[in-house]
T-cell receptor, first 115, second 112 residues
């Protein structure tokens, strides 16, 4: 019930291309879906997040697409740059006071953008 | 404003030794978390706290203990280190009403 499954495990994209990372969840009580970006030797940092009341959220080159009925969401990175090379994690957390913001993370995707 | 700081950055432990991983945040956040990150496994929640004096178990609490005597500090204790505890440990914090978690730089622990 608490799992978040992420794919692919690794992704290689050419500069200027589109990077797409997918996640699927099981727990219908989840109501907040963030994506975190992690550079080597650093802690994860929030990149973009979405709630299930919208199907898409865009911030610059980064877009989250959300499909509530399929329980899936994805991260699209347009015009991918070498500086985007990092590990990306999707995550989810539930509604209500008892969730306390506890995040369930996907397994992570290592993105490499070649110049 | 340093955010979330963690010490040490790296540590090697022998099996059976104990140690405390330190975590401090200067953002006056009530919520704090400890995660461990293993290759290909994402981050898993070990313990969390919703305020001073209040802690609870996460997904993988066995072999760890925590305390929260102040808002700023949330140390993680390993009593009898085991090779399975080799990992990178991240501390995070967030405001009560905001969803964003802020992560520290991590502590890399090797148990031999």
């Amino acid at each position: 019930q608490q799992q978040v499954k992420q794919s692919p495990q690794s992704l290689i994209v050419q500069k200027g291309g589109i990077s797409i990372i997918n996640c699927a969840y099981e727990n219908t009580a989840f109501d907040y879906f963030p994506w975190y970006q992690q550079f080597p030797g650093k802690g994860p940092a929030l990149l973009i997040a979405i709630r299930p009341d919208v199907s898409e959220k865009k911030e610059g080159r980064f877009t989250i697409s959300f499909n509530k009925s399929a329980k899936q969401f994805s991260l699209h990175i347009m015009d991918s740059q070498p500086g985007d090379s990092a590990t990306y994690f999707c995550a989810a957390t539930g509604a209500g006071g008892t969730s306390y913001g506890k995040l369930t993370f996907g397994q992570g995707t290592i993105l490499t953008v070649h110049p | 404003n340093a955010g979330v700081t963690q010490t040490p950055k790296f540590r090697i432990l022998k099996i059976g030794q104990s140690m405390t991983l330190q975590c401090t945040q200067d953002m006056n956040h009530n919520y704090m978390y400890w995660y461990r990150q293993d290759p290909g496994m994402g981050l898993k929640l070990i313990y969390y706290s919703v305020g001073a004096g209040i802690t609870d178990k996460g997904e993988v609490p066995n072999g760890y203990n925590v305390s929260r005597s102040t808002t700023e500090d949330f140390p993680l204790r390993l009593e009898l280190a085991a090779p399975s505890q080799t990992s990178v440990y991240f501390c995070a914090s967030r405001e009560t009403v905001q969803e964003t978690q802020y992560f520290g730089p991590g502590t890399r622990l090797l148990v031999l």
